[in-house]
């Protein structure tokens, strides 16, 4: 049966910080994930939804219908292989490790992905909600190459700039609101620091070793697998003794309402069975 959920925690948060190790998602023999959902962050989460950090080695998804929201894939450079990647836009491509895929389900359309045999692939699943204004949107999508990704560098650290715009290096443009994102890895002894805008949320995930994230209200220790959610916060820096790698989003937060039934994001559940109806009758288009 679908599960459905709705955010009562849009709005100004009370708190600065929320702290989360998310809750694993096995799917057959192929699929394991840690799976992190906007519920655990007390609405420091916002804009993003939900963030899977999945290791995929067998096709399992298959085809399956995405509205109210934008899905996008980040894959790591230690991805092996392609990961097969189609849509009813007419879209049909392989991603290679460490490109960017942006599909902006808006209205309605079906999404399919699946490793290509032999691949292995390293990657975030990410459900970025979309304002009110734009959950009715034509759908749309978008390919970045890893090797059109510019690099910052920090000291005993670099970080690919997938998403946003830091001084005069400029990541892809996320449509409709604006949205960064830094791939970090740090060496032994590594320091990176990002100044943003304080009145956007930031969200952190910790992939491998331990790294220590400072700004403005506080420090946390991270270790892999743990996310940090905070508000308020112009410098954010990280330092890691022993070498590490993290993911950095910051986003300018809707503070909307809204009701997620599992791929569909919108803002009452009569809009999610109009959805729901669109797709059992063949109205979001197919995939050939």
């Not at 491509?93 to 895929?101: E, R, V, W």
Request: aromatic residues 8%; charged residues 20%.
């Amino acid at each position: 049966m679908n599960t459905q959920h709705i955010d009562k925690l849009a709005g100004v948060p009370c708190e600065t910080h929320a702290l989360s190790e998310g809750r694993p998602l096995t799917i057959g023999d192929g699929f394991q994930a840690q799976s992190y959902q906007h519920a655990e962050f007390r609405g420091l989460m916002d804009p993003l939804i939900m963030v899977d950090h999945f290791v995929m080695t067998e096709p399992t998804l298959g085809t399956h219908a995405h509205a109210g929201l934008s899905a996008v894939t980040v894959m790591f450079e230690d991805s092996e292989g392609a990961f097969h990647n189609r849509d009813s836009l007419g879209n049909n491509l392989d991603l290679a490790p460490g490109d960017l895929y942006w599909f902006k389900a808006a209205r309605g359309a079906l999404h399919y992905e699946s490793t290509r045999p032999g691949a292995r692939t390293h990657a975030l699943q990410v459900f970025v909600n979309l304002s009110a204004a734009h959950r009715h949107d034509a759908p749309s999508a978008f390919h970045v190459a890893a090797a059109d990704i510019p690099r910052l560098e920090g000291e005993r650290a670099n970080a690919r700039l997938v998403l946003g715009k830091v001084g005069r290096l400029q990541g892809a443009i996320a449509p409709d609101s604006p949205l960064t994102l830094l791939d970090i890895d740090m060496n032994a002894g590594g320091r990176f620091t990002h100044s943003g805008d304080k009145d956007h949320h930031a969200w952190i995930l910790a992939i491998t070793g331990i790294s220590r994230v400072t700004w403005n209200a506080g420090f946390a220790d991270l270790r892999p697998g743990e996310a940090l959610a905070c508000a308020n916060a112009t410098d954010i820096s990280f330092f890691s003794e022993h070498g590490a790698k993290v993911v950095l989003f910051r986003g300018q937060p809707l503070r909307q309402p809204f009701v997620q039934r599992g791929p569909y994001a919108m803002g009452n559940t009569q809009e999610l069975d109009a959805v729901e109806a669109a797709y059992r009758s063949g109205r979001l288009g197919s995939i050939d």
